[in-house]
């Protein structure tokens, strides 16, 4: 489903057009086996089994993107944008009566990926920030050496850099 050079040379027109691609057919495939379980599963049901497959989904993106070793600047701008294409498009499906559940039923995941959308859009300072010695919302969701990891691959090696890569514990 999703080739070992995703998330890569995103600047190359082509590689772009096919990252596009490949969130939209996660995106397109997900939304077909919704509308067939939403005829035939109850609501409750319904949220449980897609929650499954969102979270699954999720998943396997951030571990892609945490396990980069080096994310240029426009790599990183393209994936938090399919990033947020993909959350986006999941938390309306997994919208019952108007009310939105992928936080209820894919908490961990969903908000990891939130977390790593902020961090590739934000400056180092703001990570730290937001790492907050710890206790912070980025600690909540990823652990220390998911976002030591995420770090070292967004920013260049300074001595600002190796200062909160210190901090991080």
Not at 7 to 33: A, M
Not at 57 to 67: A, I, P, Q, Y
Not at 139 to 147: G, M, S
Request: net charge neutral; with cysteine.
């Amino acid at each position: 489903m999703i080739v070992c050079c995703f998330f890569l040379n995103l600047g190359i027109p082509n590689e772009r057009k096919e990252c596009r691609r490949i969130v939209d057919g996660c995106i397109r495939q997900i939304q077909q086996i919704a509308t067939i379980w939403k005829d035939v599963l109850t609501d409750s049901v319904y949220v449980r089994a897609l929650g499954s497959l969102v979270a699954y989904t999720l998943s396997v993106f951030t571990k892609m993107v945490l396990n980069k070793e080096d994310i240029t600047e426009v790599d990183a701008q393209e994936i938090e944008k399919e990033l947020a294409i993909l959350l986006k498009a999941f938390e309306d499906l997994m919208k019952i009566g108007g009310q939105q559940t992928i936080q209820a039923f894919c908490e961990a995941d969903y908000h990891k990926t939130k977390e790593i959308i902020f961090c590739l859009r934000e400056s180092l300072l703001n990570i730290a920030d937001r790492w907050c010695e710890g206790k912070g919302p980025l600690a909540h969701w990823l652990k220390a050496d998911q976002i030591k990891q995420l770090i070292r691959a967004l920013f260049q090696n300074t001595d600002r850099r190796a200062q909160v890569l210190e901090n991080i514990n």
